[in-house]
């Protein structure tokens, strides 16, 4: 049976969040159940890009600081570990840190940051396509790992929370490989499924106090939510989150396919703590639900394969000409035109949405195409 436990804050003040964290704890039988003396432990939060914690896109720092605060108690030696979007460097890890709170939470808890740019190559039995591959050496060193996702919309993928979180275990610009190899959406859901697999963290922590809604994974609104969840077993603590927020768990790649691996079982799975129907918000914008890529499966749609995808598109007025998105596209789809206007080739582009997920200025946009438009009119 797979233990989920939910718990709310009704805001991040340290304390009411230090209480929520201790209370999830006990009911997962007690930290002392998971952290040993001396045990080195990596937190492991969501960290996608430079944004002030407001902004819904990061780990709250307070649910970071309250986790590192009873690791500690318990004899833990903590380490927080993230790669980033963009360039895996010491300066980028610096900037992340800082903006995002955990250089604070740092110099507050004592727990060191990680500039270890290392990585470790693991061969991962359990794997479907990605059988060997390269991880952070620190998670790969530690004794422990804490994931502590973001509850958020993902624009690919649907939805990003505990098994997805585990995609920062790559190092920097080595996502973009992950992209490229597997730019059909279910292949990428299973590479996702297989890093998690390999970088194997054992506990699993959603921060869904302030969730994010809309153009997530990083251009969303935050939205209310008031709970953490969490478990041993991310996959449940996913398929939780999932219902919190009234999303079917099959229209998540990653979840469909887990279940379809034998990594999901409803049936066996023990929600405890607050009630969902408490804490459910009346709504919850997920705005990959309405993309085309959901009915695949039917075979007139098959025929147009790729053409039906949603894609990019940059709305000049509001860009900035940053380059961010030119250097986080894995096809290298995205440059300056002779008035420097960043271009997208869409020849080239494969929908994985990371110059939408990246662009600091909310200036990119997923689309429609039309002939996915007028299919979904003909269906209605």
Same mark, same amino acid.
């Given at each position: 049976m797979?233990k ?9 003040r340290y ?5 929520c ?5 006990k ?7 998971i952290? /040993? ?7 492991k939060?969501?960290? %996608?890009?430079?944004?002030k ?8 720092p ?8 009873l690791?500690?108690?318990a ?7 993230e790669?980033?979007g963009g ?9 992340v ?5 955990? +250089?604070e939470?740092?110099? +507050? ?11 470790? /190559? ?6 479907k396509f990605?059988?060997?591959?390269s991880i %952070? ?5 530690a ?6 996702a973001?509850l958020?919309?993902?624009?690919m ?5 505990a ?9 920097g610009?080595e ?5 490229l190899?597997f730019s059909?959406y ?11 697999l390999a ?18 994974p990083?251009s969303?609104?935050? /939205?209310?939510?008031g ?17 919190v927020?009234?999303?079917?768990y ?9 279940e ?6 409803i ?14 918000? +009346? ?5 990959? %639900?309405?993309?085309?890529r959901?009915?695949f ?7 147009f394969?790729?053409?039906?995808r949603?894609r990019? /598109?940059?709305?000049h007025e509001k860009?900035?000409t940053c380059?961010?998105?030119?250097q986080v596209c894995?096809?290298k789809a995205i440059?300056?035109d002779e008035?420097?206007?960043m271009i997208?080739d ?6 994985c949405f990371?110059?939408?997920?990246f ?5 990119i946009k997923?689309k429609k ?5 007028? %299919? ?5």
């Amino acid at each position: 049976m797979s233990k989920v436990v939910i718990n709310t804050s009704e805001n991040y003040r340290y304390d009411r969040v230090l209480d929520c964290v201790n209370e999830i704890f006990k009911q997962l039988g007690g930290i002392e159940s998971i952290v /040993k003396p001396g045990m080195r432990v990596a937190i492991k939060p969501n960290l %996608l890009t430079s944004k002030k914690p407001d902004a819904a896109a990061t780990t709250h720092p307070a649910v970071v600081k309250a986790v590192i605060t009873l690791v500690q108690q318990a004899g833990g030696i903590v380490t927080i570990v993230e790669s980033p979007g963009g360039p895996f460097t010491t300066s980028m890890l610096k900037m992340v840190y800082a903006n995002t709170g955990m +250089e604070e939470v740092a110099n +507050e808890t004592g727990a060191e940051l990680n500039f270890d740019l290392r990585v470790e /190559k693991v061969i991962n039995e359990d794997a479907k396509f990605v059988k060997s591959l390269s991880i %952070l050496k620190p998670l790969k060193d530690a004794d422990l790992i804490i994931n502590i996702a973001k509850l958020k919309t993902h624009g690919m993928m649907v939805y990003t929370g505990a098994v997805k979180n585990m995609f920062g275990s790559i190092a920097g610009l080595e996502k973009a490989n992950f992209h490229l190899r597997f730019s059909d959406y279910d292949q990428f859901a299973h590479s996702l499924i297989d890093i998690f697999l390999a970088s194997k963290p054992q506990l699993n922590i959603i921060d869904g106090i302030i969730a994010m809604e809309g153009d997530g994974p990083g251009s969303g609104v935050p /939205k209310y939510i008031g709970a953490l969840i969490a478990s041993e077993d991310a996959f449940a603590c996913d398929y939780t989150a999932l219902k919190v927020i009234n999303v079917d768990y099959k229209k998540v790649p990653v979840m469909r396919l887990a279940e379809e691996r034998g990594l999901l079982n409803i049936d066996d799975i023990e929600i405890m703590g607050a009630n969902i129907e408490d804490i459910s918000p +009346e709504s919850f914008e997920v705005p990959a %639900l309405k993309h085309i890529r959901e009915s695949f499966r039917f075979s007139l749609l098959r025929v147009f394969g790729d053409n039906l995808r949603p894609r990019p /598109k940059i709305l000049h007025e509001k860009c900035i000409t940053c380059g961010k998105c030119m250097q986080v596209c894995p096809p290298k789809a995205i440059s300056p035109d002779e008035s420097k206007r960043m271009i997208i080739d869409y020849k080239k582009c494969i929908s994985c949405f990371c110059c939408h997920e990246f662009c600091p200025e909310h200036a990119i946009k997923i689309k429609k195409r039309f002939i996915s438009r007028f %299919l979904e009119y003909k269906k209605k």
